[in-house]
């Protein structure tokens, strides 16, 4: 994979970006060029100034606005502008020309899209994340696994296939030998979250940060590690960004100590 045209020592000169390297390691959950380096700890300039458009994945709003009312104090010349959908939406998006500077994906499979047409730089895994069963706070319908998810008296929904989030939870449901039919395919966790919280359905498959997020909104229900499915999150520099010293930076903060230290308080495990 060809290395950026700016080495991170570079950058930090540049941007006055304090760095000490700390290793980092991944395990994806599909087949991709995402790749996970070695991450250094970074704080952002105060100096840096500018703005970014970040488009993330829907799963990743607290964490990620968690960031960036952390960047507002360290970084205050700094404006960021927070994008959230689904992750095949945020590459639609930028495959017809919206203007991202960032795009983190809660997959590899959407990343690499921006990969092979050249318009994201080489990508770093920052995030894992599980899935969780959410149900109605107290669990009155009795859901205990993801087999009860077949029962007849119960209204379940799924993210649409092509969202991450409900490709991982149909691998889940392959993998437990069970066949759900779902009532509706919401395009983004934050919407089949809603579909619980207002009564809709009485159960969907969302990430483990997702039930978190809810608070008493929502009673989550593990979901065993021999049929869980992992999901990995990358995030990459877009090419057309006009502010790439700003929008490496930030990838920088993300992959680095004080990024992480958002993202896992919010329940995300480290790549």
């Known amino acids: 994979m060809k290395p950026p045209v700016r080495t991170l020592a570079a950058l930090a000169v540049a941007l006055g970006l304090a760095t000490a390297a700390c290793g980092s390691s991944s395990k994806p959950a599909s087949s991709g060029t995402s790749t996970s380096a070695a991450a250094p700890t970074t704080t952002v300039s105060p100096g840096l100034t500018g703005s970014l458009t970040i488009f993330a994945a829907a799963s990743l709003t607290a964490a990620f606005d968690d960031i960036k009312a952390n960047?507002?104090?360290?970084?205050?010349?700094?404006?960021?502008?927070?994008?959230?959908?689904?992750?095949?939406?945020?590459?639609?998006?930028?495959?017809?020309?919206?203007?991202?500077?960032?795009?983190?994906?809660?997959d590899t499979a959407n990343m690499n899209k921006l990969v092979s047409s050249s318009m994201v730089d080489p990508p770093q895994n920052f995030a894992r994340n599980a899935l969780e069963i959410?149900?109605?706070?107290?669990?009155?319908?009795?859901?205990?696994?993801?087999?009860?998810?077949?029962?007849?008296?119960?209204?379940?929904?799924?993210?649409?296939?092509?969202?991450?989030?409900?490709?991982?939870?149909?691998?889940?449901?392959?993998?437990?030998?069970?066949?759900?039919?779902?009532v509706s395919n919401p395009l983004d966790v934050k919407a089949a979250l809603m579909t619980v919280t207002s009564g809709e359905a009485d159960a969907t498959i969302v990430y483990v940060t997702d039930v978190m997020a809810a608070g008493r909104g929502v009673t989550g229900v593990p979901i065993p590690a021999n049929q869980n499915v992992i999901a990995t999150y990358p995030i990459a520099v877009v090419k057309s960004t006009k502010n790439p010293q700003a929008a490496q930076a930030y990838v920088s903060y993300v992959v680095s100590g004080p990024g992480q230290k958002a993202l896992q308080a919010r329940g995300f495990m480290a790549p």
């Open 71 to 106: 960047l507002k104090t360290s970084a205050p010349g700094l404006s960021l502008t927070n994008n959230y959908a689904g992750s095949q939406a945020l590459v639609q998006q930028i495959e017809n020309g919206a203007p991202a500077d960032v795009f983190a994906s809660a």
């Open 134 to 182: 959410a149900v109605a706070p107290g669990n009155p319908k009795g859901v205990h696994g993801l087999s009860d998810l077949s029962r007849s008296d119960l209204k379940v929904v799924l993210c649409d296939p092509s969202v991450p989030a409900g490709k991982y939870a149909r691998q889940a449901l392959s993998m437990a030998g069970v066949t759900v039919h779902p």
